[in-house]
């Protein structure tokens, strides 16, 4: 495959293939340090690449091991989502629906950034996640998904697209306010009045952490965090691990359990709860 062409899809896929039977003489799973050896030396191979411009992103940056246990799943508290995104109207006030459109879609930070408003469909209440804003060293990059990889086409539910059309209208008369018509394929999130550069990545990063702070959560907390509550939650409640590993836009059904296996605290007690139930009379 041409260097240019490898995507996060395919590494997460690699990574996962050698996870279940990596090796060739046994055909047995590798252990997870020997998937983090393979994705090391991949990742120092494709970061010389990028510093010689044969690709402009190194995609072994985001792509996401099984088993990779150096930092446990940590799922953004689901009680504190009221406080948070109070606070985060504070910081701007369009973040609070960024940060609901990551949570419902569970996307990664990239690829909402990426989210314009052609992928935008109000009538069948979905979002088609096409492009992701990503950094090039000191530039800010929009970069397609992969060729062979398809975009992500997620349904929403009905409060959040209201949210959305209501941001289109704003984001509407900004633009005409101006003199300029909003352009189709303008990002949704983005200070400019035609909409033709989206946020900054590290900026959204700092006004979360910030926002974070003022609801009373950990400082360490990180936009994926919600992205680790998305996927937790929704296996908490019955959501087929199918649909969850396609909505997170995994390769495989183990990754989505390998790495988003975290617990959230509130259905942990309730799991516990039913546990108890074992020992009372029938």
């Not at 189709?184 to 033709?196: E, M, T």
């Not at 909505?247 to 605290?265: C, E, F, K, P």
Request: hydrophobic share 40%; proline share 8%.
């Amino acid at each position: 495959m041409p260097v240019h062409k490898v995507g996060v899809e395919h590494l997460e896929a690699l990574y996962a293939q050698l996870a279940t039977r990596g090796s060739t003489r046994t055909g047995r799973p590798l252990t997870a340090k020997s998937v983090r050896n393979v994705h090391s030396v991949i990742h120092g191979a494709l970061e010389l690449a990028r510093r010689r411009r044969w690709i402009f992103v190194n995609p072994a940056v985001d792509a996401e091991r099984p088993a990779d246990r150096r930092r446990p799943p940590s799922p953004a508290p689901a009680g504190s989502l009221a406080e948070l995104l109070a606070a985060a109207a504070t910081e701007h006030p369009t973040l609070p629906l960024y940060l609901r459109v990551s949570l419902v879609v569970g996307g990664r930070r990239s690829e909402i950034h990426g989210l314009r408003w052609s992928g935008v469909d109000f009538e069948r209440s979905r979002l088609l996640l096409r492009d992701t804003v990503v950094r090039a060293g000191n530039e800010l990059l929009v970069k397609p998904r992969p060729e062979s990889g398809d975009p992500r086409l997620v349904y929403v539910d009905a409060g959040t697209m209201e949210h959305l059309r209501q941001h289109h209208a704003a984001a509407f008369d900004t633009a005409m306010a101006v003199g300029i018509p909003l352009p189709r394929d303008a990002f949704v999130f983005s200070d400019d009045p035609d909409g033709a550069e989206p946020w900054r990545p590290e900026t959204t990063a700092r006004r979360f952490q910030r926002s974070c702070i003022a609801a009373g959560m950990p400082k360490t907390t990180r936009l994926h965090d919600l992205r680790h509550l998305a996927a937790t939650w929704l296996l908490d409640q019955g959501v087929p691990l199918p649909a969850v590993s396609g909505r997170l836009g995994h390769a495989t059904n183990s990754i989505t359990l390998d790495v988003y296996g975290g617990r959230v605290q509130d259905t942990d007690r309730l799991a516990a709860e039913v546990t108890g139930k074992l020992f009372e009379p029938q």
